[in-house]
């Protein structure tokens, strides 16, 4: 898929329909290309949400909604859990999933550049392997400020490209050739020719935390797992 000018419609239109196109191979396709290694990426994401009973949390760029479903899971029935996609099929395999487990999350469509809910409505937000599909970063980072509450909690779990050797050459490898041919015998080689792309043009940690400070967030840190193929960011809400 080339990836077109993110200022323009085509780009989240594009992503859109490439999302609807894969949301039946999504989970398959991350377990394959993760070794089933991002559930523990995923439940660290929710360690540093420090989210807990009674909290109320928003996943935005949900999917399938495993990340919504491990929150759901810290925070127990108390609190609430919201998954937002703007990908309805993503959205409704992700409420089956939901269903199927008795986990009471609220699915719902919405676009994360324009989020549908009021000033301060969460304790928490998390954005996993989602920020690097926005159309306009620094915008979603704003709209992440201001949904949640003061001194309220923000995570980001994304993929990296990894500065030191041998995992610089592993993951080119890995992310720039095999994974698209994992996506060509998945059926959608435009797909996953896109996430090396994503990748490639999103923000290295430092920049990120940077964009990060200047959307209104502090204390901001960042972890870096599987040498450096993944990284968390955390920070508060200023007050």
């Known amino acids: 898929m080339k990836q077109p000018d993110r200022s323009s419609e085509e780009f989240a ?3 859109r329909g490439m999302f609807d196109r894969i949301a039946g191979v999504y989970d398959l396709m991350n377990f394959a290309m993760t070794a089933g290694l991002h559930h523990t990426w995923r439940r660290r994401a929710v360690e540093l949400a420090r989210v807990g009973p009674g909290s109320d949390a928003l996943d935005i760029c ?25 990908s309805e099929p993503m959205l409704e395999l992700a409420r089956a999933k939901a269903g199927g487990r008795g986990e009471p999350v609220e699915f719902e469509w919405a676009d994360a550049l324009e989020l549908p809910y009021e000033d301060g409505s969460f304790d928490a937000v998390t954005v996993g392997f989602g920020a690097r599909n926005l159309a306009d970063l620094d915008r979603g980072l704003r709209e992440m400020a201001r949904v949640l509450r003061p001194g309220g909690r923000l995570v980001i779990l994304e993929i990296t490209r ?70 968390i960011h955390s920070a508060d809400r200023a007050a």
Do not use: N
Request: aromatic share 10%.
């Open 62 to 86: 949900c999917g399938t909604g495993d990340l919504a479903l491990a929150l759901r899971g810290a925070i127990g029935p108390e609190g609430k859990v919201v998954g937002s996609d703007f």
């Open 162 to 231: 990894p500065q030191r050797q041998p995992l610089a050459s592993f993951y080119s490898l890995w992310f720039d050739r095999l994974v698209p041919m994992l996506g060509s015998l998945a059926g959608d080689s435009d797909a996953y020719s896109y996430l090396p792309e994503s990748v490639r043009s999103f923000p290295d940690p430092h920049t990120l935390a940077a964009k990060m400070e200047a959307a209104g967030f502090e204390g901001i840190r960042w972890l870096l797992l599987a040498g450096g193929i993944i990284a």
């Open 13 to 15: 239109g594009e992503v």
